[in-house]
């Protein structure tokens, strides 16, 4: 429901699926190993040249895995990644790719979106087309999901909820009970396939 409209839900409406995604890329990624367009242990450079040195060697089964040593949000990141769109995964690498590395690559599991947005560009580049051309034809079309699309994007015949955010429990000088807040300028697209899907 819209808090200020009253308007209430209903089945045309979208929401953010956030880490859902993660899934939904990875079976983007099986699909073009299927098409014989992606290795899963050729390393990321092969798709991607511009990468730099630090992050040679990782490959798509590190990412889709948690293996790659790509960091995760840093305090507060999720909601600073969350106000910026951008046309192509390659375009949000900018936050963190020239970060170190956490771990070298395939010795450790940690949780990464940013390694699902380094996925995402793999995709992109292997399939040719930009990635949400990519996660529609791979997943999207084939499986029926008529309303699922990169936030930011229109979708006809569906509406979009209106996002709020709560107070951080963790900042002792927010109020965890007081009334959420609606903030019109969160994006989550920059998170492509690492938690940017309606």
């Known amino acids: 429901m819209d808090l200020e409209s009253q308007a209430p839900a209903t089945p045309q409406t979208r929401y953010r699926v956030y880490s859902i995604a993660k899934a939904m890329t990875a079976t983007a990624a099986m699909r073009l190993v299927e098409l014989e367009r992606l290795d899963l242990d050729t390393r990321v450079e092969t798709y991607l040249s511009d990468l730099p040195d630090h992050v040679h060697g990782i490959t798509a089964r590190q990412l889709m895995g948690h293996r790659s040593g790509i960091r995760h949000y840093r305090q ?19 936050d963190f790719i020239n970060d170190p ?9 940690a949780y990464s979106t940013f390694g699902y947005v380094l996925l995402s560009a793999v995709i992109e580049a292997a399939y040719g087309q930009l990635y949400e051309k990519a996660i529609q034809d791979l997943v999207f079309t084939p499986a029926g999901m008529t309303a699922t699309a990169i936030e930011g994007r229109e979708v006809s015949g569906f509406d979009t909820a209106t996002f709020y955010v709560a107070p951080d429990p963790n900042d002792p000088e927010d109020d965890w009970f007081a009334t959420v807040d609606w903030d019109p300028s969160i994006n989550a697209s920059r998170k492509f396939g690492g938690g940017g899907f309606l």
């Open 101 to 109: 590395l956490d771990n070298e690559p395939g010795t450790a599991m």
């Open 76 to 94: 507060g990141e999720w909601i600073s990644v969350s106000h910026r769109d951008c046309a192509s995964p390659t375009d949000a690498l900018e």
